[in-house]
């Protein structure tokens, strides 16, 4: 099973990076304190004054940061780690980094700001 972290966010926005650093932080603690299994966690950054993100500017220009999974969202503003470990740390998930693009061809799938982590 695949699952899908998003954060919203623009530059220069302190609450998306604190928002940014509780979900690396969050992701760290899944590698360490959960037991491998197949399941895959990915988490991207959408800019949404980006062009192409115009849709999530629209929806989230006064509300970011806003985090979804799945393509439901599941914090805004700010987030609570323990739920958030909750919800990522199914169980026997387990967590290790790599790198990947998400495809860019699909126009519903927001351009991320930076790479992708993908969470094993």
Do not use: W
């Not at 037991?35 to 895959?40: E, F, H, W």
């Not at 987030?79 to 519903?108: R, T």
């Amino acid at each position: 099973m695949s699952r899908k972290l998003l954060l919203f966010t623009k530059a220069e926005c302190c609450l998306c990076d604190t928002v940014k650093f509780q979900i690396n932080r969050t992701l760290n603690r899944i590698k360490i304190e959960t037991i491998p299994s197949r399941a895959k966690i990915s988490f991207a950054q959408v800019d949404i004054t980006k062009p192409e993100n115009a849709k999530y500017f629209e929806l989230y220009q006064y509300d970011i940061p806003v985090v979804t999974l799945d393509g439901s969202e599941i914090f805004r503003h700010r987030i609570d780690e323990k739920k958030l470990f909750s919800l990522l740390a199914v169980e026997g998930a387990s967590a290790s980094l790599s790198h990947s693009q998400p495809p860019s061809s699909n126009p519903s799938t927001p351009a991320p700001v930076s790479e992708e982590i993908v969470v094993i």
